[in-house]
Nanobody, 123 residues
Framework: HVQLVESGGGSVQDGGSLRLSCAAS?????IGWFRQAPGKEREGVAA????????FYADSVKGRFTVSQDNAKNTVYLQMNSLQPEDTAMYYC????????????????????WGQGTQVTVS
């Protein structure tokens, strides 16, 4: 069983930055970051494996978001720079043995374990 706890969300102005944290425990290989805005589907934005040798970024966040990990702390981070109002959403981290893609999209259905989410609001 895997337990995940996100933190670091908040409200920032357009162009600002936030760093989200995902504290994880249990047996997993991949951590994915997803977001869901009201009325929209859950979107995969980034992912990383525990060795840090494989990362994924959605086109919508490439060049602005960076996923990283601190294995000593069992924590994965999502550094979000140049935030835009369209980045406003509830952000979730998820974990499993492997990611699941449909074409270029990281699909939430491939992850069994989820955190409770942290809200990011950009205005």
């Amino acid at each position: 069983h895997v337990q995940l706890v996100e933190s670091g969300g908040g409200s920032v102005q357009d162009g600002g930055s936030l760093r989200l944290s995902c504290a994880a425990s249990g047996n997993y290989v991949y951590i994915g970051w997803f977001r869901q805005a009201p009325g929209k589907e859950r979107e995969g934005v980034a992912a990383i494996n525990t060795r840090g040798t494989s990362t994924f970024y959605a086109d919508s966040v490439k060049g602005r978001f960076t996923v990283s990990q601190d294995n000593a702390k069992n924590t994965v981070y999502l550094q979000m720079n140049s935030l835009q109002p369209e980045d406003t959403a509830m952000y979730y981290c998820a974990a499993d043995q492997r990611p699941y893609f449909v074409g270029p999209r990281l699909v939430p259905g491939g992850f069994r374990y989820w955190g409770q989410g942290t809200q990011v609001t950009v205005s």
